[in-house]
């Protein structure tokens, strides 16, 4: 009876610890070895101790069979060693020796909690990831000679060779101060900011203490990866002051849309999750190299765990723009507006061969230097010598295809190009200059404040789309005039120096009594001479003798001022509104 009740009852709860590191709880412990929940962690010495007990439970209730002799534990047990077998990013991928991230059984990573470490090491180039904080004054567009209230924010960012640092371009926007500090330090260092893409979102700081170099090894930059490679997005996001891993895999390659400086480039789309204050971070491979730079995510109710990575050929590009040039300069575009050529008629309508394949221009930018080779409906056939498809795509690589604005992309302002063209049925070489493009509203006022002036309590200003921003919030995409979205999305500068100058507001005065309702309005014509833009308009009523000003706006309304009148009155309706000057600073030089 006593054998009989000793095999019933229950099993120990706990297995036995040897089926514990064999039998990972879950397939995917060895499928993503960045993320801690999915590590299978050895057991310290107190959990050993544990479940020898329980080992030892089981076996004194077996009813047959000599009891094994358990080994006699040190007082003081030493730690376990780590396992040798190498973990695995992806199925047929390994993690090379001394280039994997470091879990701990506390659950840190990276050594940031203490404990053991699982069979991989620390990335040297983790200690080269360095925390930025900003303090940013916005200038007030709506009041431009105002700024607004200061704010303060933290991103990431990463050291590269020359003693310097790479980050966003949005983390520094409008910096007054900028500082860094270092993984595992306590120390703030100031930095100074050498060079802002606007285009491409990046930023480049250096530090002029020696003491924040040393020990710190820059990062090294490695090639653009395929589809499907494995990257890991190194920052510090909201939530805590310690470093953060996010791993994933490269899901898409293509030219995207930078938020941030409204233009398109080659971006990677990740499915790492990038949270605000890890723009600026690094992107690497599993050899432990850069491949990109964390800069925004997709944010939608459909979607999940979209990030984009900025890709090492658009950092090279602003690093040796930077170093050509001592400043950045910007990204050329090809100043034209294209369109497909699928249809098989609009092909033949425009004299194409069947063999021929390219995009037809629809109009030419008057300020861009190819307006003087290339014409509205030229097909351009190749541009430096790479066939362009009838959606406007090139080859890329294997199996890849991309929008040939990538091959402008990789160009430097002032570098020629040659360009194939079809025009009337006739091929036409030609041999063009690039040149950065400017829009006729600006996405940025690129860190300048903006301009102004005022006359008889008429603000004068120009559109920029911060301005649009700033009057019509977030959605100003719908909630902006007609008139200025046409203008911001179709309308191209006829000169170099034109601008779009608008009556901001009308400050109440006894002198603009029946013109309080104008805001936001295309000033067209000033004494029947056009405006080109807000210098020239300043100039044209300072210097005008006239009896009165009047003033030509958009939708057929005029604006008409004694002239004598006007000038005496400002000076008062400006210290009514508590402002230093009728112009800013940019005006009177």
């Not at 109710?301 to 950045?328: C, R, S």
């Not at 080779?373 to 294997?398: E, Q, Y």
């Not at 430097?412 to 690039?434: C, H, P, Q, T, W």
């Amino acid at each position: 009876m006593g054998d009989t009740k000793g095999k019933r009852g229950r099993k120990p709860k706990n297995p036995n610890p040897t089926e514990t590191l064999e039998s990972p709880s879950s397939n995917s412990a060895l499928d993503d070895v960045f993320s801690v929940s999915n590590v299978e962690i050895i057991p310290s010495a107190a959990t050993a101790t544990t479940s020898t007990s329980s080992a030892a439970a089981t076996t004194s209730a077996r009813p047959r069979g000599r009891p094994r002799k358990l080994p006699k534990l040190p007082e003081n047990p030493e730690p376990l060693p780590p396992q040798p077998t190498p973990a695995i990013l992806s199925p047929g991928r390994r993690v090379p020796t001394g280039n994997a991230i470091g879990v701990g059984a506390g659950g840190g990573v990276g050594g940031e909690s203490g404990g053991h470490s699982v069979g991989v090491r620390l990335v040297p180039a983790m200690d080269a990831v360095v925390k930025v904080f900003c303090v940013h004054t916005e200038p007030n567009f709506s009041l431009p000679w105002q700024r607004k209230r200061q704010y303060s924010s933290s991103s990431s960012g990463f050291v590269i060779g020359g003693r310097r640092v790479l980050t966003n371009a949005h983390s520094v926007e409008h910096y007054t101060q900028v500082k860094v500090k270092k993984r595992g330090s306590d120390t703030k260092y100031l930095a100074t900011v050498l060079a802002i893409g606007t285009e491409c979102d990046i930023a480049m700081l250096t530090v002029n203490d020696d003491e924040f170099w040393e020990g710190v090894s820059p990062v090294e930059f490695g090639e653009l990866p395929a589809l499907q490679d494995a990257v890991t997005v190194v920052g510090y996001p909201i939530g805590g002051d310690t470093i953060s891993v996010t791993s994933g895999v490269v899901s898409r390659i293509e030219i995207l849309s930078y938020v941030h400086g409204s233009t398109e480039l080659l971006g990677l789309q990740i499915d790492a999750a990038i949270n605000s204050g890890n723009s600026g971070g690094p992107a690497f491979n599993d050899k432990g190299n850069c491949v990109g730079i964390a800069f925004q995510s997709l944010k939608h109710e459909d979607v999940e765990n979209i990030g984009y990575v900025i890709p090492t050929p658009v950092i090279q590009h602003f690093i040796q723009d930077y170093e050509k040039n001592e400043a950045y300069t910007g990204f050329p575009i090809l100043g034209v507006e294209w369109q497909k050529m699928e249809n098989p008629d609009l092909r033949a309508a425009m004299g194409m061969k069947i063999d021929q394949k390219g995009v037809r221009i629809r109009r030419v930018d008057p300020t861009a230097p190819e307006s003087g080779v290339l014409k509205s409906s030229d097909i351009i056939l190749s541009f430096d010598g790479v066939d362009i498809a009838n959606d406007g795509t090139v080859p890329f690589r294997h199996g890849e295809r991309i929008g040939f604005s990538y091959l402008v992309s990789q160009k430097y302002a002032g570098d020629s190009s040659a360009i194939k063209v079809l025009r009337n049925s006739e091929i036409l070489n030609f041999n063009i200059k690039l040149a950065s493009h400017r829009r006729l509203i600006p996405a940025h006022n690129k860190g300048r404040p903006p301009s102004y002036y005022i006359i008889a309590g008429f603000v004068f200003t120009t559109v920029s789309v911060p301005y649009l921003r700033s009057e019509y919030g977030k959605d100003y995409e719908y909630e902006a005039p007609v008139k200025l979205l046409d203008k911001l999305l179709h309308s191209m500068p006829q000169s170099p120096d034109e601008q779009l100058v608008v009556v901001s507001q009308v400050l109440v005065a006894d002198t603009n009594i029946g013109y309080e309702d104008i805001v936001n309005t295309q000033v067209l014509a000033f004494n029947g001479k056009p405006v080109k833009n807000l210098k020239s308009l300043a100039e044209m009523v300072e210097n005008c003798e006239d009896e009165f000003l009047k003033f030509d706006l958009e939708y057929e309304q005029m604006v008409v001022l004694r002239t004598k009148t006007a000038k005496a009155a400002t000076p008062d309706i400006l210290a009514m509104h508590c402002i230093p000057s009728a112009m800013s600073e940019d005006l009177k030089a």
